[in-house]
C-alpha cells in the first residue's frame, strides 16, 4: 500500500536497517525451494527442515499473478499482483518493502538502502478473527498485504524491479520483499524473493577455449565470447553460501576486491568424444566463474576464465566436445534441455547451465632427452651398454632403430647395446620412437671408438749370465722382461758393446773391454725404442 504518515515514520526506520535485512533473504528463498547442496548430516537435515516448519508467517498470492512457493513467489506482475503476509503477532512483524537484488551484491561502499523503494510499505495490522498464520488460532494473528508496485522507484536509478535483461544474464533473476519489526530488525523466515511473469529468459552462457587443438594432458584457457558472460546459474555469494552450508562473505571493499568466485562444488567439465553419450569427468579446479558484485555505477556480472586440464586419457586425433557445467540454483530453466546428459544429475530443487567447446587432441612430440653419444676404447667396446630416455610421452615407449651400424643395436625399449668387439670409428643408430597414446618423435645415438692406446712396458733385469774380460770378446746374457726391440747400447769408457740377439726376456750382448782396470761390477746403460732406459750391472774380472 502507498505511503501515510505511519508509514513514511517507518521508511525512516528501514532505511537505517535495510543491509542488515537483505543479506537474510536468500538463504530464506532457497530453503524454501528445498535446494539440498550441503553436506549435511541427518541431524543437521532434522535441524533444518524443523526451522524451516517453525516460520511465523504464512505467505500467500492473494489477488493477480503469481504462485508462492514457500519464501520464493514467481511470477509477479507489477501494480497487480498482491502478496499476502499472515504472521503470529509473536513474530512482531510491522513492515514490508521491496528492494533490487543489487542490495545482495553490492560492495561495502555502497548504500543499500538505495535499492529499496521505500515509497510502497505494507503495514501489519491484528486481526482477531484471523486463524491462518502457522499459529492457527484467533487472536493470535497479524495481517499485511503487499501490492507489487506498478513503477517501482529507488533513488538508485540502477536499482530496478523488474530487474533489467543486463541483471537477468548476471543472476539477479528477481527481487527481494522483506519484512521487519517496528524497530527495523528483520522477521526470521519472513522475507522471500519475486520473479516478475513479463521478465525475459537469460542468455546462454558461452565459452571459448584457446587453443581446442592441443595434446592430452596439457591445458586450455578458457574465457567468454560475450563481454558479459551470462554465467547466471549462481552469481550471488550468499545464495551458494546457503546452498553450501558455508558462512556468506562480507561484502568487499571495492568490487576490484569482488565477492570470490563460484565455489568448484558447484562447477562441472565432462568430455565426450564424438558421437559418444558416455562423459569422460574433466576437472574444474583451474576453472573460475566470478560472482555478482555492484560498486553503486556498475553490476559487475559473472565472467569466466582461468584454465582446464584436458583428460590424459583422451585418444590422439579424435574430435571432442568439452561442456562446462554451472549448477543452476535460480528459478529459470536450463539454457539447455540437454544439461541434464551433458552435465550429469543435479540435486534436488537445483539443475545445470551449461557451454561447450570443440576440442581436438593432437598428436604431443616425444623428444629425446639426455646423452645422445658416448665414446669408449677398442678393448671395452665389446661390453658396452646405455638406455636411451625421452620426454613428452605418455606412459611406455617404443623404439625402432631404422638406420645404422649393424654392431650397435637399440632394442625396443631403448637400450643400446654393441655386437662384438668394434674397431676403431664411429657407429650410429637412429629410428623413431612411440607410445601406445599415437605420440611420436625420434632418437639418434653415436657410439665413438677409439684406438686403444699403446702399453708402455718398464724393462727389468732378473739377473746377467757371463762376465767381461779385457781384450777378448764376450757375450753376455741379461734376462729379464719387458724388452721391447734391440735397444741401443751405451757402455763404459774403453769398451764395446752391441745386442746380438734379443726377446721379450733375453738380451744377448757382444762385449769387448779394450781398456783395463781393476776387476768388479761395470754398468752399461740401454736404451729402448719406447723411451725406455735400463741400466745393466754386470762383472768385469780384468
Known amino acids: 500500500m502507498k505511503h501515510n504518515a505511519r508509514s513514511t515514520d517507518a521508511g525512516r526506520r528501514w532505511r537505517r536497517t535495510l543491509s542488515s535485512i537483505v543479506s537474510l533473504v536468500a538463504g530464506v528463498s532457497l530453503a524454501a525451494t528445498g535446494l539440498t547442496l550441503a553436506s549435511t548430516t541427518a541431524a543437521s537435515a532434522a535441524t533444518t527442515a524443523t526451522t524451516a516448519s517453525a516460520t511465523p508467517c504464512a505467505i500467500s498470492v492473494s489477488a493477480g499473478s503469481g504462485t508462492a512457493v514457500g519464501s520464493l513467489i514467481l511470477g509477479v506482475t507489477a501494480g497487480t499482483t498482491q502478496i499476502t503476509f499472515d504472521c503470529n503477532t509473536s513474530s512482531n512483524a510491522a513492515f514490508g518493502v521491496e528492494a533490487s537484488m543489487l542490495s545482495l551484491v553490492g560492495a561495502s561502499s555502497v548504500s543499500q538502502e538505495a535499492s529499496a523503494d521505500t515509497s510502497a510499505l505494507a503495514t501489519f495490522k491484528a486481526s482477531p478473527t484471523d486463524t491462518s498464520c502457522p499459529a492457527g488460532t484467533?487472536?493470535?494473528?497479524?495481517?499485511?498485504?503487499?501490492?507489487?508496485?506498478?513503477?517501482?522507484?529507488?533513488?538508485?536509478?540502477?536499482a530496478q524491479c523488474p530487474p533489467t535483461q543486463a541483471q537477468i544474464n548476471a543472476g539477479l533473476y528477481g527481487c527481494v520483499l522483506a519484512v521487519a519489526t517496528a524497530a527495523g530488525v528483520p522477521v526470521p523466515g519472513v522475507s522471500a524473493l519475486i520473479t516478475y511473469a513479463n521478465s525475459p529468459a537469460p542468455a546462454a552462457p558461452t565459452v571459448v577455449a584457446t587453443p581446442n587443438v592441443a595434446v592430452a594432458g596439457s591445458s586450455v584457457s578458457l574465457s567468454d565470447t560475450s563481454a558479459s558472460g551470462d554465467w547466471w546459474g549462481n552469481a550471488v555469494q550468499t545464495n551458494q553460501a546457503v546452498a553450501l552450508g558455508t558462512t556468506p562473505l562480507a561484502a568487499p571493499a571495492t568490487c576490484a576486491t569482488g565477492y570470490g568466485t563460484v565455489p568448484t562444488p558447484l562447477v562441472m567439465v565432462n568430455w565426450f568424444a564424438k558421437g559418444s553419450t558416455t562423459p569422460i569427468p574433466g576437472s574444474a579446479a583451474g576453472l573460475t566463474i566470478t560472482n555478482d558484485c555492484y560498486d553503486g555505477t556498475t553490476l559487475h556480472g559473472p565472467t569466466i576464465g582461468g584454465s582446464i586440464a584436458v583428460p590424459s586419457t583422451l585418444t590422439?586425433?579424435?574430435?571432442?566436445?568439452?561442456f562446462v557445467c554451472e549448477m543452476n540454483i535460480t528459478p529459470y530453466p536450463s539454457n539447455d534441455s540437454s544439461a541434464a546428459t551433458n552435465c550429469g544429475p543435479a540435486p534436488q530443487g537445483a539443475s545445470w547451465i551449461d557451454a561447450s567447446f570443440p576440442f581436438t587432441v593432437a598428436t604431443a612430440a616425444i623428444t629425446q632427452s639426455g646423452s645422445q653419444t658416448a665414446t669408449v676404447t677398442a678393448n671395452k667396446s665389446a661390453t658396452f651398454s646405455a638406455q636411451l630416455a625421452v620426454t613428452g610421452n605418455s606412459g611406455a615407449t617404443t623404439f625402432a632403430q631404422a638406420t645404422g651400424s649393424p654392431q650397435l643395436?637399440?632394442?625396443s625399449s631403448g637400450a643400446v647395446s654393441t655386437s662384438g668387439a668394434l674397431a676403431p670409428g664411429t657407429y650410429q643408430a637412429t629410428g623413431t620412437v612411440s607410445d601406445a597414446n599415437g605420440d611420436g618423435g625420434a632418437f639418434t645415438f653415436a657410439l665413438v671408438v677409439k684406438k686403444a692406446p699403446p702399453v708402455?712396458?718398464?724393462?727389468?733385469?732378473?739377473?746377467v749370465v757371463g762376465a767381461a774380460v779385457r781384450g777378448r770378446f764376450v757375450?753376455?746374457?741379461?734376462?729379464?722382461?719387458?724388452?721391447?726391440?734391440?735397444p741401443r747400447v751405451s757402455p763404459p769408457y774403453g769398451t764395446v758393446a752391441r745386442v746380438v740377439a734379443s726377446s721379450a726376456t733375453m738380451l744377448k750382448l757382444r762385449v769387448l773391454v779394450r781398456v783395463g782396470g781393476p776387476h768388479g761390477f761395470r754398468v752399461m746403460v740401454l736404451r729402448f725404442n719406447n723411451g725406455k732406459v735400463l741400466r745393466v750391472r754386470y762383472l768385469f774380472r780384468g
Open 456 to 463: 708402455v712396458v718398464v724393462p727389468r733385469v732378473r739377473r
Open 138 to 158: 484467533a487472536g493470535s494473528c497479524e495481517t499485511a498485504t503487499f501490492t507489487i508496485p506498478a513503477s517501482f522507484s529507488a533513488a538508485d536509478p540502477n
Open 409 to 411: 643395436v637399440v632394442s
Open 475 to 486: 757375450i753376455l746374457t741379461v734376462l729379464g722382461s719387458g724388452f721391447v726391440g734391440r
Open 316 to 322: 590422439v586425433g579424435t574430435s571432442y566436445t568439452a
